[in-house]
């Protein structure tokens, strides 16, 4: 990836102590990216004055969103209500606070348990509506499938980039957001 690119570059990243979060962040800070990562106990992401605050606190150019409430499969079985509501308030709120803030791109980080339980390996993203997922993970893939749902919507009414990929379409979809402002005259905030 392209330093001059990413140098001085606002770039929040929930999730950023996560599994993902935790290779991405140090490779976009080596670039010279400005990163910050909001701590959950400092940022309730479910709360809508809180995620306000934080944008308000960043000010980011690009947001990259990987928070989830996820856990294993006994987790996911006694709290299958708290992980959908946890995700698609977290998820909206977001999205919702991207828009208004004017957010030039967003990146919203999928999740294979989103994918119908009978779908190929490896996952493509082109299988993601063929079917239901695996009953144990529904909540918390469904909660956050409906992230892209919300983005073809905002980008319909309101012209709201994003792209929202399952894990592995990470680099090419941060390639999109670099090709989008360097080579097709977009301009950022």
């Known amino acids: 990836m ?9 770039v929040l990243v929930t999730g950023g102590s996560g599994f993902l979060g935790k290779c991405l962040e140090p490779r976009l800070l080596n670039l010279g990216a400005d990163v910050y990562v909001p701590r959950s106990n400092e ?8 995620v306000e605050k934080l944008f308000s606190k960043v000010n980011p150019n690009l947001v990259i969103h990987m928070t989830a409430h996820g856990g294993g499969i006994g987790h996911m079985r006694s709290h299958p209500g708290s992980i959908f509501y946890d995700n698609i308030m977290i998820n909206t709120l977001v999205i919702e606070t991207s828009r208004k803030y004017k957010i030039k791109k967003f990146i919203g980080i999928e999740t294979v348990c989103s994918c119908p339980k009978f779908t ?28 892209l749902v919300q983005t073809q919507a905002y980008h319909q009414e309101f012209g709201f980039k ?22 097709k005259g977009g301009s950022e905030k």
């Open 2 to 10: 392209d330093r001059q690119f990413w140098k001085n570059k606002k």
């Open 43 to 50: 940022y309730d992401l479910r709360n809508k004055s809180s």
């Open 120 to 147: 190929p390996v490896p996952f493509r993203e082109e299988d993601l509506w063929d079917g239901y997922p695996e009953e144990t993970n529904a909540t918390y893939g469904l909660a956050k499938k409906m992230m």
């Open 162 to 183: 994003a792209k929202v990929t399952l894990e592995e379409g990470l680099k090419k979809t941060i390639e999109w957001y670099k090709n989008e402002i360097l080579f």
